[in-house]
Structures are given as structure tokens and as C-alpha cells.
């Protein structure tokens, strides 16, 4: 274990304050850590006191117990630990740029007070360099049994990146994919020929992205649906089967303004299960 060491490239980054919540996040880092075969940082932060000093933090302890939690789970994951005097959603996004994936529980406190509802989640879900995790702490109790699914969420070409990142999480966990396109008629859809236009269309919309993904990976078993309902009404009741849903968030500027849109608010706070953000920047704008 490192404390001060530099992270590799290409690991799993996770928030830790000691809370409930944080540990099932880190419960769910580890497993991410030990499909992907990389290392584990693990994070704490907390923000300065109005003295200009940190707030009284037993930050030692917190990342020693986390250490020995995921031990104890993942004995073969490599751990390091690190501490910083800052802003916890700013220090997640920063160390979230070199990470593979990063992740956050649903609520804490200390350095990350009211995650996933909070101020701090919503920063770093719109700001986060890699994928973001957003694990959910008690998720609400199913009609029916959790299945080997991850579910993503395609309107077209744009959210390729969300779709891939479904498919290799998919391998990771063995399990399916389930694409779920959701859409309405718009003004132009005034007669009954204009709408089966529409629905033709809608329905043959994801093959693009989502066809040469299957052909590269054809164990996968995938589900594609096309369903006229609202996306995120369409995005919560399939995941309320699966493992994971992954949506795209799409970057229109590299600005410190929010960024989250109503379909992934929606996600955040009524997925019955964990939810993986994929962050898309204009081509022009760089890779994220």
C-alpha cells in the first residue's frame, strides 16, 4: 500500500468517508478492480475549515479499515490509499483522469456529504474524466429476482461510447446486454402513415452502433428494444431487472457549469440499481 505514491493509468478510483454507504461502494470498486485485473485507489478528502485548516478527520483510520475491508473481499487487488486537504468532488475528478473507471456511493459524510442527492455527486457526475459508478446504497426492494443484465441506454451513433463500455462491462460480469431505445412521435407524426414511418425508423435507429458490437462479441446475448415511452420511465423499469444501467452524458463544453441532463437526474435518484455515467465530448473538444 502506497499513500503518496502515483496511481497507475488504466485503475479504479474510489470516494471513501468511512460511511455506510462509501463501504458499499467500495465493496463494488473491488469487484471492478478484480474483473478489469487492475489496481484499486482508494481516496479520501475532505474540505478546509474556515481556520484554513482541515477539518477534524481521523483520515488514517478511515483508509486503514477501507484497506483491510478490501482485503478481506479481494485479497489479490492491489490497493493504494491517498489523502488530500480539498474539495471532494474536485479531487475525484481530478484523479478520475488517469482512472478506468471511478466510483462513488449514494450518500455520506465527512468529504463526501450527500452523494448521489447532493451537491457533491452532481459535481462530479458532470464533471467526471472517466466513467462514473454511482452505487446505490439500499436499493428498493424487487417484485422480481436481479438478473445477469446491464442495460444501456441508446438514442443513435452519439452514444456509441455508452453502448461499448455495456458490452465490455457485459463480458467483465458475464451477462447480457439489453438495449433500450426509447422514443416519441413528434410534430411532423400527424398521420398514420408519417408515424409508421417513424416507428420504422426508431426501431432500426441503434443497429448502427449496436450491430457491430454483437458481431464482435456474438456470446453476448443482447435484447434491443425500441419502445415509445419516455427514456428515463423506459431506462428505470428495465433496470429494475438488471445489474446496471449505463447511459452517456454528453459534454457540450469543457466548462465548470453542470451538465446532466433530466434522463440521467431521473436515473440518479430512482434506478433501482447502480448506474455507470459515459462521458462524450465533441469530437473536436478531445477524448474524455
Given at each position: ?281 465533441p469530437s473536436r473538444l478531445g477524448a474524455c
Amino acid at each position: 500500500m502506497s499513500r503518496r505514491g502515483e496511481s497507475p493509468h488504466g485503475h479504479v478510483v474510489v470516494g471513501t468517508d468511512g460511511s455506510r454507504a462509501a463501504t458499499h461502494a467500495l465493496e463494488q470498486a473491488a469487484g471492478e478492480a478484480h474483473r478489469r485485473r487492475v489496481p484499486l485507489e482508494i481516496v479520501h478528502a475532505w474540505p478546509w475549515g474556515g481556520a484554513y485548516e482541515p477539518l477534524d478527520d481521523d483520515a488514517p483510520g478511515i483508509l486503514a479499515k477501507a484497506t483491510r475491508h478490501v482485503a478481506a473481499l479481494a485479497p489479490e487487488v492491489q490497493v493504494t490509499t491517498v489523502t488530500v486537504a480539498d474539495d471532494a468532488a474536485e479531487v475525484l475528478v481530478r484523479r478520475s483522469r488517469a482512472a478506468a473507471l471511478t466510483v462513488v456511493g449514494t450518500r455520506g459524510n465527512g468529504g463526501f456529504t450527500g452523494l448521489l442527492l447532493g451537491s457533491v455527486s452532481l459535481r462530479v457526475a458532470a464533471h467526471c474524466r472517466s466513467p462514473l459508478l454511482v452505487v446505490r446504497d439500499e436499493p428498493p426492494p424487487r417484485t422480481t429476482p436481479r438478473v445477469g443484465t446491464v442495460v444501456v441506454g441508446v438514442r443513435g451513433e452519439e452514444d456509441a461510447p455508452a453502448a461499448s463500455f455495456a458490452f465490455a462491462e457485459a463480458l467483465r460480469r458475464e451477462a447480457g446486454v439489453s438495449v433500450v431505445h426509447a422514443w416519441a412521435y413528434g410534430l411532423n407524426d400527424r398521420t398514420h402513415s408519417d408515424r409508421e414511418s417513424r416507428a420504422r425508423r426508431e426501431e432500426s435507429s441503434t443497429e448502427l452502433v449496436v450491430a457491430p458490437l454483437h458481431k464482435a462479441h456474438p456470446l453476448v446475448q443482447l435484447d434491443n428494444r425500441s419502445v415509445r415511452v419516455a427514456p428515463a420511465r423506459a431506462l428505470i423499469d428495465a433496470g429494475a431487472t438488471g445489474e446496471v444501467v449505463v447511459i452517456a452524458t454528453h459534454r457540450r463544453k469543457p466548462t465548470l457549469g453542470m451538465h446532466l441532463g433530466p434522463v440521467t437526474h431521473a436515473l440518479l435518484h430512482h434506478a433501482c440499481c447502480h448506474v455507470v455515467l459515459v462521458p462524450v465530448l465533441p469530437s473536436r473538444l478531445g477524448a474524455c
